[in-house]
C-alpha cells in the first residue's frame, strides 16, 4: 500500500536539508503524499547523541562544501551560501512552525531556504528575515513577531523532543511509520518506500544488529568544552 504521510525534520543550517527540501515537494506532490514539516534544533539532536556537527570538524567541512558545489552544478540550481555559517537559526525556525506560519508554511521554508543557500543571504536574524518573507508576498513583520512569542519557543522545543523521541539524530531526517531516512541522498530510497516497493529485508537488519560487539572507541581524551546551545 502506498504510503499518504511523510514526515520531514530540518533545520535551515543544513545545506543538505535544503537540497532535501527542493525534491521532497514536487515528490509528495506527485504521489499525493502529505509532506509534514518539522522545524528542529540540530545542535540539540547534536548534543543528545553526542555528534560534531559537518561545521564542527575543519576537513568534513571542506569536503561538504565541495560536495555541495558539484551538487548544485550537476542539479542545474544556484548554490550561494549564507554570508555567515553556522549561523543562529532559531529566528528561522520558529517562523518556520506550522503554529506561526500556518497555511504559508512552505512559503516559508521554500523562501528562507533559498534565500539564504541559493543567494547568499543573511538568514540568521530577524531583520534579515523581514526582508525576506515580505518578497514572498507574506507580512514579514507579523510572522517574526509571532514567532518572537513564548509559544513560539515552546514550539520549537517541543518539535525538537519529539524529534529526538522518534530517533531523529541529524538532518535532513524523513520518517515513513517507524522508518527514518537520513540525508538528501536518500530521496531515491524514499522514493521506493512511498510507492510500496520498499527492498529492505528488517529481519536481516534486527538479526545484524544482534550481533555482539568485538570492539569499542576509548574515550577521547583531552577534548576542547563546547560552546553551550541554545
Not at 558539484?70 to 512552525?97: C, I, K, Q
Not at 534565500?115 to 507574506?138: K, N, Q, V
Request: hydrophobic share 45%; charged share 20%.
Amino acid at each position: 500500500m502506498t504510503a499518504r504521510r511523510l514526515d520531514f525534520y530540518f533545520d535551515f543550517i543544513s545545506l543538505y536539508a535544503y537540497f532535501a527540501w527542493r525534491r521532497l515537494l514536487p515528490m509528495c506532490d506527485e504521489r499525493g503524499v502529505e509532506l509534514v514539516v518539522h522545524p528542529v534544533v540540530f545542535g540539540k539532536l547534536l548534543d543528545h547523541w553526542g555528534q560534531l556537527g559537518p561545521a564542527e570538524v575543519p576537513p568534513k567541512k571542506t569536503f561538504v562544501y565541495q560536495s555541495a558545489y558539484r551538487y548544485a552544478a550537476l542539479h542545474g540550481f544556484e548554490f550561494d551560501p549564507p554570508r555567515s555559517h553556522p549561523f543562529n537559526p532559531l529566528p528561522a525556525l520558529r517562523t518556520a512552525l506550522p503554529e506561526v506560519s500556518g497555511d504559508a508554511q512552505r512559503v516559508v521554508v521554500s523562501a528562507i531556504f533559498e534565500a539564504g543557500w541559493s543567494h547568499g543571504a543573511e538568514i540568521g536574524t530577524p531583520e534579515s528575515l523581514g526582508p525576506i518573507l515580505d518578497r514572498a508576498g507574506l507580512d514579514g513583520a507579523a510572522l517574526l513577531h509571532a514567532a518572537s512569542l513564548p509559544a513560539a519557543k515552546a514550539g520549537l522545543r517541543a518539535q525538537t523532543d519529539a524529534a529526538i523521541a522518534h530517533g531523529v539524530f541529524g538532518v535532513p531526517t524523513m520518517r515513513l511509520g517507524e522508518l527514518l531516512f537520513w540525508g538528501n541522498d536518500q530521496l531515491d530510497h524514499v522514493a521506493l518506500a512511498l510507492d510500496g516497493r520498499d527492498p529492505l529485508d528488517a529481519a536481516r537488519v534486527d538479526a545484524m544488529l544482534a550481533r555482539p560487539r568485538a570492539i569499542d572507541r576509548k574515550a577521547q581524551h583531552a577534548r576542547q568544552p563546547r560552546p553551550a546551545r541554545r
